[in-house]
DNA sequence: TTGTACGCGTTATCAA
DNA sequence: TTGATAACGCGTACAA
């Protein structure tokens, strides 16, 4: 690795002291215009770029933003992440990405190397809500931004689905359909699923069904996980007793599902409707292409980008954001109306 | 942000000097036990974490790489990031990711600026083989190694499929099931999508078959290029030019392609066979799974990341390393034999 | 075994 | 308008 020029070979070259060229660099002082110009051109010359390590070390910024994901190659975030990524590259803020990979010991080891690189802020989508990250950013008072994750109570800025409205708007609608029997696939324990089957609950209960004649079963993360667990059903319950209409917690999980049921040579929508949640990209790509509960990934990713970097900027002790966006229902070809 | 204690803080508490303190802290010259747990249990209670970027600026080390990738979002890449992530995490080194967004500016922009920010290294999958950034890098003698990328003349290491073996081996096996006449659509400019096309070639000829009777269209990178290209190939010479067989130079067109035939009721593969190249997750999903030539995206990504880990360790100067990965064909069920 | 003091590349404060 | 020089937080010769 060749060493890269410092100010000072700036300084020496162009006969000043390192303290001038610094002012022209920053723009900040009024230099002469001749010292200016002959200083610009050594810069020039020399191919010279101030190190940020070293002014990070002098300022006590580093430009940095941590960013804490679950699974970078999930589409759902990784959506968030080109999202954050495109806010922060276009402020000049670099972009520290870690995986937690849904373990919370990997995720608080990972706050605390991120603290340790003196980020300027950290965006993380926590695993859940009491996550002890949570606690250690507090602690710190180092300023971040959550996304994905919904918890009123600790008073922390976040942004997130309405997820709790993404499971009722769905489930209203397939009731709409004429349904009144449906399967939920859950999602895990994060406050995300928790709410969406909230909803569900809501929905059903808000229509004068009854939430026992309904079918939750889960706890569905992947495609694999929805492919095993409605397999599992079949095998322990007999192909019969799937309901006419399955809402799942998330795509993945959905498109699982599908891929049994095209097994066992039942037809979406005309025998089985299917209702997804998430919207990823391959929702719609294929000849059925699922309906689902739209969330806006990148925008959120936007938001918590754009968010943070306010807090960074104006230190004002601002109260909490918490911004909820709502979804929205996208109606392609895997439900079909009952009546 | 709450002031992190500093080393001093430690020193003085424990009432010895700083250089005390960072011996126990690097393991690395001889400190009574005494002392040692006298400060150790300073730094535990005062929950002190040695600052990175100081400790850079001193040792000229970051322990961070940055990593360019095209596209983050695109799972061929998000899967190669997941490799590197995952090895350098494992190996105590951040990730700085950019996207260049296929834009050649911006990507020499990001390694200019990667180099400011004194990564240890960078990763990049680079557009081009001869794109400035990887002049740029050379010329800093910055530790770098490209992903999906072939560039033997300029001698600087890498790792990517060997495309041409892939276009090859698909071309191969589509003439194998009884196709004489084959439409490939072609992806972009960059060496991967020359190298496959030239085993196209290569396979055709080598057949017997001659190319100016094949179809050669593109360029296509995404879904929405191949839904595109394939409406406007029908627009212009009618549905029934297309040939049996089609081989697309990457997954993603394919699913585009394969949307439009089922649009226009051609059945996969009874219709029409179609072939194609990357193997990302979601070509095994549906009912009608996709063939494709399987590139070892998250290997690449592992592969590289170890071997620039090795060259910054060793500093040797090593001769390049150029490393193929032999493209395996995955047979689903899109491809049918004529015979 | 421990401490002093310098260097890493900047910015910023004060004098000149 | 410019220049010394002290931070910033750490590692490390060298001295003690």
Do not use: W
């Amino acid at each position: 690795m060749k060493k890269l020029p410092t100010i000072e070979d700036v300084a020496k070259k162009a006969k000043v002291s390192i303290a001038t060229v610094s002012r022209v660099i920053n723009k900040k002082d009024k230099v002469s215009k001749k010292t200016t110009a002959r200083i610009e051109s050594v810069i020039e010359e020399l191919d010279y770029q101030p190190s940020f390590i070293a002014r990070g070390l002098s300022i006590r910024k580093t430009f940095t933003i941590g960013v804490i994901m679950e699974d970078v190659v999930n589409p759902f975030f990784s959506q968030i992440v080109k999202g954050i990524g495109e806010v922060l590259q276009n402020n000049g803020y670099f972009m520290l990405l870690t995986n937690s990979e849904f373990n919370s010991n990997n995720e608080k080891k990972l706050t605390q190397l991120l603290i340790k690189q003196n980020v300027d802020g950290i965006i993380i989508a926590p695993i859940n809500n009491d996550s002890e990250s949570l606690r250690i950013l507090k602690e710190n008072e180092v300023l971040f931004f959550a996304v994905n994750c919904r918890a009123d109570i600790n008073g922390f800025d976040y942004i997130s689905t309405d997820n709790l409205l993404g499971g009722y708007i769905g489930t209203k609608y397939l009731i709409e359909q004429g349904y009144e029997k449906i399967m939920y696939i859950r999602g895990t324990d994060d406050q995300p699923s928790l709410d969406k089957l909230e909803g569900f609950k809501k929905a059903i209960i808000e229509s004068g069904l009854k939430v026992k004649d309904q079918i939750i079963i889960g706890k569905a993360k992947t495609y694999d996980d929805g492919k095993r667990i409605i397999e599992n059903f079949i095998k322990k319950n007999g192909i019969k007793s799937i309901p006419e209409a399955i809402f799942t917690a998330n795509d993945h999980s959905a498109l699982g599902v599908m891929r049994v049921l095209n097994d066992f040579n039942l037809r979406i929508p005309q025998d089985i409707s299917i209702l997804g949640y998430d919207d990823i990209d391959e929702s719609g790509l294929m000849n059925i292409s699922l309906s689902t509960i739209r969330q806006e990934k990148y925008k959120m990713g936007e938001i918590a980008a754009n968010e943070l970097l306010m807090k960074i900027r104006n230190k004002e002790e601002n109260v909490a954001k918490q911004i909820l966006i709502k979804p929205v229902l996208v109606i392609r070809n895997s439900v079909i109306s009952k009546k």
